[in-house]
């Protein structure tokens, strides 16, 4: 069973970079025509999606984030991470990251989520 | 991009229906047969409950139903149940590979 786990600080400082790893376990990262990617989540607002990567092939991301977001891989770890850079407390979410089998439209699996805060 | 409108809350009886819209435009829900829905529990990360339009993942009740009609999905949860009454998010592709997300709905059950 397909298992994704979330770490990183939970508190970041206004301006600097903000960086997430997520841990796969039950699958493989490199796995063909698995999508991975990260959405966020506002406290008491809405999902937004942040950025899917396909391994090997591509990297799409949200048009509003895309100047300040990347989203590398770690296949020796079986990780894939989120940084996102010069934040703002507008980015201040739970982050979750996930996993699409096929298909990017849709996702079946989800971390349970972390919470990060950014200071002024 | 802007987000798909939801209704901000939806209510219904146990055992009756409820129809949640989510409405977008024809750069994203009219352009495209890629339209999801999530539920989700507070504290807990989403589920995913329709996908393309009127798909149900393995293990989702019948109860949860989805349709399209022109720039607007609808999910409709019939035969309402205590554990129903959750938020509940649409999604739809818009086009170079970019996602958009609905506003979300609370749905009651009273």
């Known amino acids: 069973q397909l298992q994704l786990q979330e770490s990183g600080p939970g508190l970041v400082k206004a301006s600097e970079t903000l960086s997430l790893t997520c841990t796969v376990s039950?699958?493989?990262?490199?796995?063909?025509?698995?999508?991975w990617g990260w959405f966020r989540q506002p406290p008491g607002k809405g999902l937004e999606w942040i950025g899917t990567?396909?391994?090997?092939?591509?990297?799409y991301y949200n048009p509003s984030l895309k100047s300040r977001v990347t989203i590398p891989v770690d296949t020796s770890q079986n990780q894939f991470s989120l940084k996102l850079t010069s934040v703002t407390a507008a980015d201040t979410a739970v982050y979750y990251c996930?996993?699409?089998?096929?298909?990017?439209?849709?996702?079946?699996?989800w971390g349970q989520g972390t919470l990060v805060t950014v200071s002024s | 991009q802007s987000a798909l409108t939801q209704p901000p809350s939806a209510s219904g009886s146990p055992g009756q229906s409820v129809t949640i819209s989510c409405t977008g435009t024809?750069?994203?829900?009219?352009?495209?047969?890629?339209v999801s829905w999530y539920q989700q529990h507070p504290g807990k990360a989403p589920k995913l409950i329709i996908y393309?339009?009127?798909k149900r993942p393995s293990g989702v009740p019948d109860r949860f139903s989805g349709s399209k009609s022109g720039n607007t999905a609808s999910l409709t949860v019939s035969g309402l149940q205590a554990d129903d009454e959750v938020d509940y998010y649409c999604s739809s592709y818009a086009g170079s590979n970019n996602w958009v997300f609905g506003t979300g709905t609370k749905v009651t059950v009273l």
């Open positions: 996930v996993m699409a089998p096929g298909s990017p439209h849709s996702y079946d699996y």
């Open positions: 024809s750069s994203d829900i009219g352009g495209y047969n890629y």
């Open positions: 990567i396909y391994y090997r092939a591509s990297t």
């Open positions: 039950g699958d493989s990262i490199s796995s063909s025509n698995h999508y």
């Open positions: 393309g339009v009127s």
